[in-house]
């Protein structure tokens, strides 16, 4: 067994690892070549980061383990919080709370939080009834979340992006470049997915093998595959506080934050139910 827990932390780290410093780093680079908003780059940020738990959580329903499924998503969504509350305090930039658009984001990932703990606690199935449910949570969330951005935050966010083009006279988007960084994003999936089927057979070894409960995998997934989303929460805010546009970096973690919890809930558990489902 020993073996098996050295290969599931290989694994999970390099899944993390790659994410890290590969995924992350060419999206954002890929964002800012586009010249994108603070709120899209957060969007993007989110979506990468999201990546691990899509392959732990797709792994894990093909072999079954619908448990550590729902405890992985729990899990990952719940550290993400606290990692993004450590980040704004750390940052000194709670100021930021003050804007309505990113209250009403906060709240919304608390939901987030509280809906996998309603299914656990009162014993819903996850199953085909479930995703028309999570479908118009997913389109409400983004509605609220685009909707209050639009009313509170747009011309804020409009005029300081305008402040810091200035500022560093940017260059325009290169071609060559955003097309470089779509070949690397494609091979990095592609090892990424290599290297999730190789932690798939570990942790279903060691949940049938070694009877390790799918509980305590789901955990330690969450746990491991909600690193990526502290390096960009920390980041996003570095990035903007040397620039003097704070609120930025706050936007930009912020939809990081609520993009990742509603992708981890809505969508991605979603396909680990279709794969439970139909295989």
Do not use: C
């Amino acid at each position: 067994m020993v073996y098996e827990w050295i290969q599931f932390i290989v694994y999970t780290g390099l899944i993390v690892v790659i994410s890290k410093y590969v995924l992350v780093v060419i999206l954002r680079k890929l964002a800012e070549n586009l010249e994108l908003k603070a709120t899209t780059v957060g969007n993007i940020a989110g979506a990468a980061t999201s990546v691990p738990e899509l392959l732990t959580i797709t792994i894990s329903s093909m072999k079954g383990l619908m448990g550590a499924s729902i405890y992985n998503i729990l899990s990952s969504n719940v550290i993400n919080f606290l990692q993004y509350i450590a980040s704004i305090v750390v940052n000194k930039n709670r100021k930021a709370f003050q804007n309505l658009a990113i209250q009403i984001d906060i709240v919304l990932v608390v939901v987030t939080i509280l809906i996998p703990i309603a299914l656990l606690w009162l014993n819903i199935g996850l199953n085909l009834y479930i995703i028309p449910i999570f479908v118009l949570l997913y389109a409400l969330f983004q509605y609220i979340n685009h909707n209050a951005h639009k009313l509170y935050l747009q011309q804020e966010e409009e005029k300081l992006k305008k402040q810091i083009d200035e500022e560093k006279e940017a260059e325009k988007g290169n071609t060559r470049k955003t097309v470089l960084y779509v070949v690397i994003l494609l091979l990095v999936g592609t090892v990424l997915f290599v290297v999730g089927d190789l932690l798939g057979e570990t942790i279903e070894s060691l949940a049938q093998h070694f009877e390790i409960s799918q509980t305590v995998i789901g955990i330690l997934l969450g746990i491991a595959t909600s690193i990526p989303e502290l390096i960009t929460f920390f980041e996003s805010q570095k990035h903007y506080t040397s620039k003097h546009h704070e609120i930025l970096g706050v936007v930009e973690a912020t939809n990081n934050l609520l993009t990742s919890n509603l992708l981890n809930l809505f969508v991605i558990q979603t396909i680990g139910i279709l794969i439970v489902a139909f295989s």
